[in-house]
């Protein structure tokens, strides 16, 4: 289903009426969706629906996922967490995982990009390079 332009205008509106100091306030979600499906205005799916995008794509820019080969220690979790916290700014949801395929190092991904300092990769690049 194709998305109109009015539509997506205001989706768009409706999402950043959902941002509290910057940050996307999951109640005034909640809110948005409760009134738009309450009043239904004209194209309220298609609005819905692109405002559903929108709040995902947020939520994977705010989702930072750490992995690496051993558990990390407290001190390390938490340098991690503020330098991630400086880059990204402040309402970064981060998960720590243990990943042993990485043989050593961090993979970190936080929404689309991805940061990949393990030994694996280091080896599948030296392999390329034969």
Known sequence: MKVSKQARRE????????FANGVMDD???RQVI????ELKPRGYI??????QRLVKLEVERRTARVESA????????????????????QGLSI?????PAL???????V???????????RLERLEESF
Do not use: W
Not at 11 to 18: G, H, I, N, Q
Not at 34 to 37: D, E, F, L, N
């Open 111 to 121: 929404g689309s990009d991805v940061y990949d300092g393990s030994v694996q990769a």
């Open 27 to 29: 109640n005034r979600v």
């Open 95 to 99: 998960s720590f995982a243990q990943n």
């Open 70 to 89: 051993a558990m990390l220690s407290p001190e390390l979790q938490a340098e991690v967490t503020n330098n991630l916290n400086r880059i990204y700014g």
């Open 46 to 51: 298609m609005i819905l629906s692109h405002f």
């Open 103 to 109: 043989l050593g190092g961090l993979r970190i991904k």
């Open 11 to 18: 989706a768009k509106e409706l999402f950043r009426d959902c």
């Open 34 to 37: 409760s009134k738009v499906a």
